[in-house]
């Protein structure tokens, strides 16, 4: 939206300037090219009654008498030529060459007054106001650029908030309170987002606290019918009858790890807790984590990471990951392992890759190397599966980019840091779509 809000502003700018411009270019030109003709008009007719002036009071006529209407300061020097009535000629000022403009005024006596100037210096004066024009046609253009970035940042920042909102509703956690933006329908999508959120929130709530009341009232009987089950399995002599209570007490025990895992899965639906995080911070506690064993190896940990890079995510867990992905590289890698981050693309997600210099993951274990419980022999085969469980928990990816040598992608929603990074709030806090903050 930013790019065609700026390509529409900056169009509409051209449009005016070439409209506005170039016509206001040609006629500043045309009219400083009449104007100088003017004045070399009146400077010969000045000319032309001093002349008469002389004739009428029989003084005689001189080349020193023409010197000033040759130009004064700020005029355009001229050549004047007087042809008196018996034929003499006097002159005054520079000599012309090349190409020349001219006026010609005769006197009321007869005399013929000539002023003549170069067309070049009427030519510049008449270049000073289009490059004027061109100046001001610049400045004009580069104001609308500023006008357009800021009307398109206006517009695009309380977008950028929504979709935080929207992220933050996605994941669980209660939504921020945005602050009315100023343009009509964002605020009103704004507005129906909050409502929307309201509703969703009290469903969820409804449903979790349905799922936590059914699992903790079902695992009191069950637990009785468990024990039940078990005491007839000790006390009857019937091997029949063992076998059924035997049957009865496995499907029993199945069911309550059902009950288990829904009250396991309400609580951790009870919302979410991504927010923004400056990774930087994270990866900087695993390297002073993890630098002495990796000191104790004679290996070497590097970190490359840009300190103002936020994402969306869990800070427990994403550092839990990361300790995962250095703790693998450690024990089945070999030389320096580095920890970068990069810009995932146009998308605004960032990539922490997590590499080393050893011999990588064999060709057989790569497909399965998320999997439970597969493992190279030298661990649980846990880890790894359970970091990408967290991944997925906070809406992002965990990969592994390349096979030898080893390096593990760790894909994370980026936070635009132009527009307020910290967009995600704690519970309670009020986001300003106008890059104010304030607590409630």
């Known amino acids: 939206m930013r790019r065609r809000v700026l390509q529409a502003t900056i169009a509409a700018v051209t449009v005016a300037v070439v409209l506005l411009g170039f016509p206001l270019a040609f006629l500043g030109a045309q009219l400083v090219r009449e104007s100088e003709m003017r004045g070399l008009e009146a400077r010969a007719t000045s000319a032309a009654r001093a002349v008469d002036f002389r004739i009428d009071q029989q003084i005689d006529l001189t080349d020193t008498m023409l010197e000033p209407y040759t130009g004064g300061s700020g005029d355009i020097a001229s050549s004047v030529v007087v042809h008196g009535p018996d034929g003499s000629v006097y002159r005054a000022g520079p000599t012309m060459s090349g190409r020349v403009l001219s006026v010609d005024v005769t ?31 610049v400045v004009a253009f580069a104001a609308g650029i500023a006008m357009a970035i800021w009307q398109a940042n206006r517009l695009a920042a309380p977008l950028v908030y929504l979709a935080a909102s929207a992220e933050q509703l996605g994941s669980g956690q209660v939504r921020p309170h945005l602050e009315p933006s100023g ?19 009290g469903r969820l709530a409804a449903e979790r606290q349905f799922a936590s009341d059914a699992s903790h009232q079902l695992r009191t009987p069950l637990t009785a019918l468990t024990m039940r089950l078990e005491e007839i399995t000790l006390t009857t002599g019937e091997p029949e009858v063992k076998e059924e209570a035997r049957i009865c007490l496995e499907q029993v025990e199945r069911l309550v790890r059902v009950v288990d895992d829904l009250l396991s899965r309400s609580r951790k639906a009870q919302g979410g807790t991504t927010e923004a995080v400056v990774l930087w911070e994270v990866v900087h506690q695993q390297e002073e984590e993890w630098e002495r064993p990796f000191a104790v190896a004679d290996r070497e940990l590097v970190v490359d990471v840009d300190r103002t890079t936020q994402v969306l995510a869990t800070p427990g867990a994403l550092a839990q990951v990361l300790a995962t992905l250095i703790e693998n590289s450690l024990k089945h890698g070999a030389g320096t392992t580095t920890v970068r981050a990069r810009s995932g693309g146009p998308s605004g997600a960032v990539v922490v890759e997590v590499a080393d210099e050893g011999q990588g993951v064999p060709d057989d274990l790569a497909p399965r190397i998320f999997e439970r419980e597969v493992t190279s022999g030298a661990g649980t085969g846990l880890g790894l599966a ?10 992002g990816r965990l990969e592994l980019a390349q096979r030898r040598p080893a390096v593990f992608a760790l894909f994370l929603a980026g936070v635009p840091a132009a527009l307020a990074p910290d967009v995600v709030l704690p519970r309670g806090a009020a986001v300003s779509s106008k890059g104010e903050r304030r607590r409630r």
């Open 386 to 395: 359970l970091a990408r469980d967290l991944v997925n928990a906070d809406g």
């Open 183 to 201: 343009v009509e329908e964002i605020d009103l999508v704004a507005a129906e987002l909050a409502r929307s959120a309201d509703r969703m929130a």
């Open 107 to 137: 006197s009321s006596d007869g005399a013929s007054v000539a002023l003549y100037v170069s067309w070049w210096d009427v030519f510049w004066r008449s270049a000073r106001v289009i490059a004027l024009v061109v100046v001001a046609a």
